[in-house]
């Protein structure tokens, strides 16, 4: 018997990504990719980040930074974070605040906290691929959340029963959403909290794009809705996922998550088992720079990624063929493209990789139900307007052809 054969079943869950997989082939020469959803390197903020890693390693706090810490994370970190969620209308404590590495572990450890095998978590069709591979592991059930308020509560509770489990969660990001860049309304984010209300479950709000609004009004966040509606964040289902990797670094890996004390409380356990705590050095670090630069410079990239995004939609209205949609987003760093019924997103890619040198990612993966063959997603971040001019005018040539 092989090892593989004795993999627990929730191995078998987990499958390659095709994004990752992808990922690899992306440095052939001349290639231009829409594919990654990564930050431009470009616009790091590196030698903030020098000088705030060596005071982090100077003679006063070295001996803080080399040693084991809390796994609740770097207090002047978290009170920071008081302070910005303040900002958005969500009243907290740094006990509301769990350090993550990153979202992504956040996502894992709420899959690990809520779900049991055949338990039934509420997603997008599409969503965030990376939150059903941190969800699969703990080997749910997906039923499709429709924010629209047009499927009752009963129906969602009564298919997870038959199933053996209960709804656990509803998991959305609400602003920008990966992959679609599309963002919900005030009215649909009301109804969302109507139905985890009757369901009796959590709202896990990853909030990973929040910042990155390039115009139209901001919507308040799902969390600061249930507060004002229950007057205090120990009442609320909601749990806030917020991260760094998009505004100044994902590869310091510092995340976080709000929520009332008991969720925060079991998360720590959780932490304390997975990893103790995340890097503090990389906390402090991350720290100094949010305070110093934050809101300078979100907008910066809050400038770089408009331009890129109009680019964008310009040489999408121009140049593709008219069975062709596509999504208008306000923010984040995603365009979501619906081909006709009978293409498909995967071989289309093949095509594109081997005539035209472009690359995107196939919307299948994005789906729980394995459907969505025909779209495809394009990310304008890291490209230059005129890169996105002429990989989109190549896509569109190549689309007419086929
Ligand atoms: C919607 C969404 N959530 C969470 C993450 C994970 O980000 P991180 O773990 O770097 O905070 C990503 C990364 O692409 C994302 O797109």
């Known amino acids: 018997m092989t090892l593989s ?11 390659a990504s095709e994004i990752r997989e992808l990922l690899k082939l992306l440095d052939r020469p001349g290639l231009i990719s829409f594919a990654g959803g990564i930050p431009d390197p470009a616009l790091f ?17 070295q001996a803080q930074a080399l040693q084991y ?56 069709w599409p969503t965030y691929l990376g939150a059903l591979a941190a969800f699969n592991a703990y080997e749910p059930r997906y039923d499709q959340l429709t924010a629209n308020g047009n499927r009752k509560a009963e129906s969602y509770a009564e298919e997870a029963e038959n199933a053996g489990g209960q709804v656990k969660f509803a998991y959305l990001s609400a602003d920008f959403a990966n992959p679609t860049g599309e963002t919900l309304d005030q009215r649909g984010r009301e109804s969302l909290l109507d139905l985890t209300e009757s369901l009796g479950c959590a709202l896990i709000e990853d909030a990973a794009y929040q910042s990155l609004r390039y115009d139209g009004e901001q919507v308040p966040p799902l969390l600061s809705l ?10 609320c289902r909601t749990i806030y996922c917020g991260t760094f990797s998009k505004t100044l670094s994902p590869g ?35 720290h100094e720079v949010a305070e110093e630069i934050f809101d300078g410079h979100v907008e910066t990239l809050r400038n770089a990624y408009r331009q890129r995004r109009d680019a964008m939609l310009a040489a999408l209205d121009q140049y593709m063929p008219a069975n ?9 760093m995603f365009i979501w493209v619906t081909l006709p019924t009978k293409m498909d997103g995967a071989e289309l890619l093949a095509q594109s990789l081997e005539s035209i040198g472009v690359a995107f ?15 495809i997603r394009l990310s304008f ?12 005018e190549k896509l569109g040539v190549l689309l007419r052809e086929m």
């Open 252 to 286: 310091l890996r510092v995340g976080w998550v709000v929520a009332a004390k008991p969720v925060i409380s079991k998360l720590v356990l959780l932490k304390q088992a997975a990893d103790l705590h995340s890097p503090t050095l990389n906390q402090m670090a991350m």
């Open 381 to 392: 971040s890291c490209s230059d307007e005129s890169e996105i001019r002429t990989g989109i």
């Open 361 to 375: 990612v196939p919307g299948r993966a994005f789906f729980a139900d394995g459907s969505g063959g025909n779209t």
């Open 226 to 235: 249930e507060i004002a509606r229950k007057g205090d964040i120990e009442a």
């Open 45 to 61: 903020p590196a030698s903030e980040f020098a000088s705030a890693f060596a005071n982090g390693l100077s003679p006063d706090t």
């Open 5 to 15: 054969q004795i993999f627990a079943s929730r191995a078998s869950r987990m499958q």
């Open 69 to 124: 810490s809390v796994s609740e994370g770097y207090l002047p970190l978290r009170q920071w974070i008081v302070g910005e969620m303040a900002k958005i209308g969500v009243p907290c404590t740094a006990d509301n605040i769990l350090i993550t590495s990153g979202s992504q572990q956040a996502l894992d450890y709420l899959g690990k906290v809520f779900l049991s095998p055949g338990d039934t978590a509420l997603v997008g």
């Open 324 to 332: 062709v949609s596509w999504t208008r987003p306000e923010g984040g």
